[in-house]
Nanobody, 119 residues
């Protein structure tokens, strides 16, 4: 089992930056693909970014490409989401998630951290 705790959310003006952190604990962190999702008010939860265990390759939603960067530190069991050029449309609760290699199911979730971008 993996426990995930997000931090780093807050209120920021449009054009600003935030870095979200996700602290993982529990079973072997390095065997899980890690990702970030978000859910805006009245909308479904959506994929934001993923970093694979094998090779460290990354994927991003089109809406955040070029603005957001996902990274991880295996030694510290941390995952990060650097968010630049934030827009009001990025306002959402951001969730850290983990899934086993080869699976399509994100099975571990954090409690979420609120990001609010003012215009």
């Amino acid at each position: 089992q993996v426990q995930l705790v997000e931090s780093g959310g807050g209120l920021v003006q449009a054009g600003g930056s935030l870095r979200l952190s996700c602290a993982a604990s529990g079973r072997t962190f390095s065997t899980y693909d890690m990702g970030w999702f978000r859910q805006a008010p009245g909308k479904e939860r959506e994929f934001v970014a993923r970093i694979r265990v094998i090779g460290g390759s990354t994927d991003y939603a089109d809406s955040v490409k070029g603005r957001f960067t996902i990274s991880k530190d295996n030694a510290k069991m941390m995952v990060y989401l650097q968010m630049n050029s934030l827009e009001p449309a990025d306002t959402a609760v951001f969730y850290c998630a983990a899934k086993r290699i080869g699976s399509n199911n994100w099975i571990y979730w954090g409690q979420g951290t609120q990001v609010t971008v003012s215009s």
